[in-house]
Every structure is written in C-alpha cells, then in structure tokens.
C-alpha cells in the first residue's frame, strides 16, 4: 500500500523550487538593505508559549495548534506563527541588552497551522516575517509597511492593496471594548457561539468573525476611530504621513482588527485585487505589539512586525502573469564514448566542477545521440565529446551549442576554454 503526503501539506519539486529559491533570496536581499539580521527558532515551543503569547481567545489556539505530549510529559507545539516564540528568544537572550537598539530581525520558516486546507490555506506554510523591536517611533511602522511592500512591488506585483487602521493604545482599547459590549451584549443570542465567548472576553475579534460578517450590528459597531485618546491620534497620524512621505497609498478600514491578541496601535493588511486570486485575498498582515516582551518576561519594549506566506505571494504572481526567470542550464556536458574514455570522464568532470564549472555526465550507458540529447534537455552550453582515439592523443573535442562551431582542446586545458567561453 502506497502512503501519501498528510492533508494541507504539498512537495515543492525541481521545477517549482526555483521560484522558492528566487523569492527567499528576493526576501534576504531586501531585509538586508533594511538592515534587518536573520533569526532562527526551533520549528517546535512549549505550548504555554503561543497560549499566552498569541492568545487563548485566538482561533491559532483555539482550534489550530498541531499539539503534542513528548517521551518526558512535555507539552509541545509545532510553531504556527513566528512573533511568539521571536519575543520568547529576544527576552530569553536577552537582546534588549545589547547596543544597537531597535532589533530588527527577519525569519523565513515553517509554520503549522491544523486549518481546513483550501487554495492559500496549508496545514504547513512558510512565512516571511519581521519584527522591530525596542522602538516606539511611528517612522518605524512605516518603515515595516515598506519593507513588505518592497518586496511585493520589486517581485513585479501591481494590484496590491494596503488597508490600514489603529487599534490605539491600552486606554482607548478598553473604552473601545466597553462600547463594543454594551452594543452587542443585548442581540449576543444572535450571533455564533465563538463571538458569545469573545464577548466578555476579546469583544474586538467578534468584528473579525466570518460567519456573523453580515449581521446588521456589525456595520454599526462602535469604531476604535471614535474611542481613540489624543496620544494614539497623534501616533497614527505620524504613521500616515511617513507613509505618504515614502509615496505609499493605503486605504484606512477601522473594521481592520488583526487576529491576534497582543496588537496595539498601527494594524495593516496587504491585499491582492488581482482577479482569480481567489476567496482569500489577504497577502500579509501585521501591526504593533507594545504589550508582548512584558508578557513574556522582558522590560517594556514597543515592537512592530509582519508576517506574509510566500505560497501567498506565490499565488499572487500567478494571478498577476509574473513569470519569474527560473532558467536552469548547464556550463558543460561531457560525453564519453569508449570503456577508456568513460572512465577518464568521471576525473574530467571532477575538474570541471572543482574549476567552478556547473558540469554534468551520463550515468545510464546511453549511446551517443542519447547523450547529446540529454545534454540539449539540460541546456548545456557546451558538449565535451570524448573518445578513446582523442583521449591517446591527449585531446577533447569541444561543441559550442550556441554557435555549432567545434573545437579541439587538450585535456589539461578543458576546464580554462569552458571558463573562457562561459
Ligand atoms: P487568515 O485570516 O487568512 O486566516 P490570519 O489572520 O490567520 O489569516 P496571520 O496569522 O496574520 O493570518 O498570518 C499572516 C499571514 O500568513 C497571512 O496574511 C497569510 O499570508 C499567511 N497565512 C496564514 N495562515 C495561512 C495558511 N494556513 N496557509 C498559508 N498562508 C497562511
Ligand atoms: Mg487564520
């Protein structure tokens, strides 16, 4: 019986990887030119890390974490998102200590999520994420919001949409989630049994449900926009003029509340209008999290990130016909014809590589017409022909595949033509 690839789960083959290849470039080059340092985590925390960290209100933890008892009794879950465990190594390290504040980090990892698996929805995806941490400067979240729409933009993509809103701060959140009770809590009966337990508890995400979207109450909820105290007016006002500044427009949606818990002030959302990009047309989200490192242990520390799926990104290239230039070939193949000859290749092909020489043979006894074909399916831009005769005198025949034209090299100089002509 054949066992096949778990549900919500894909093989990026040779052909595909390429253009993973080229987008996690794309996002280390442009981290890099935002001087943000890479940081790695272990693909797996103890559970308490993302009930505490994203929230016990969340769906994530709710419903989608892939949790696990280890051979010590441990509980442990497979990372579903990065910001959690980022901060938990950021207070565990103890990188608020070092000089050169903000941190500003990047991630390119793994992420799982127990979801039902639809078009741009995996039970494991990658996600690009960064977080700022340690400052409190709006410039900053506008430098986030540009970081992601760089790479967006640079990639090719046109139909991006960035939707903006604030959360404001601690005092205008709790007088937002005041109105937000006292406007629901008397229809509460009405709506799905998730938003009867947020009620109470994170009345906010009731705004985020996708079965009570319709419901008249949610038009008229009370908006954050109204409960915000001068402070956090201020705040995001200097977030949109740095972004006007940077000539990057947004669309303001007070109904934007991000999914998880620990957001205040800036919340934004990348968008993809491409048509056939499907139901789900969310890119990226992200927003401000002044309240987590203190959660987590650490000193107060103002931090803001994002966090995008490149199967996301992916998806969007395709919806907007960006082909992405995954051209694969071959600096030399060497065909050998005659027991002698085959066996001087597999040394002639080791200096070829060991020159820097991207170079390939045949491994299955092919005849000479399969070979060359074989070397015309790999794109080799030349074919090293070797035959028993040539190799008693010391020489190679060298075909330019480009021009046609051949030409006859000794041995010892095989790997200084090919680099010449490369
Ligand atoms: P959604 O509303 O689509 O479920 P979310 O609020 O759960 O999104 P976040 O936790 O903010 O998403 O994750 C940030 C980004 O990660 C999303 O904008 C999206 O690009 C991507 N993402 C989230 N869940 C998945 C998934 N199951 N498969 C692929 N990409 C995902
Ligand atoms: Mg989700």
Partial sequence: MSINIPRGTKDILPGEVEKWQIIEAKAKEISARFNYKEIRTPMFEHTDLFQRGVGDSTDIVQKEMYTFTDRGDR?????????????????????????????????????FRYERPQAGRYRQFVQFGIEAMGSADPAIDAEVISLAMSLYKELGLKKLRLVLNTLGDAESRKTHKEALIAHFEPSIGEFCSD???????????????????????????????????????????QVKTALTEMNIDYALDPTLVRGLDYYNHTAFEIMSDADGFGAITTLSGGGRYNGLVEDLGGPPTPSIGFAMSLERLLMALEAEGITLDTEDVLDCYVVALGDDAKRKSVSLLNELRQAGIKSDKDYLDKKMKAQFKAADRLKAKFVAILGDEELAKGIINVKNMQSGEQTEVRLEELSSFIKQGK
């Fill in 195 to 237: 938003c009867q337990n947020r009620l109470t508890k994170n009345p906010l995400r009731i705004l985020d449900c996708k079965k009570d979207r319709d419901h008249e109450l949610m038009k008229s909820a009370p908006s954050i926009i109204d409960h915000l105290n001068e402070e956090s007016k201020v705040y995001f006002e």
């Fill in 75 to 111: 509980s442990l879950t497979l990372r579903p998102e990065g910001t959690a465990p980022v901060t938990r190594s950021y207070v565990e390290n103890k990188l608020f200590g070092l000089a050169g504040q903000p941190i500003k980090l990047y991630y390119i990892a793994p992420m």
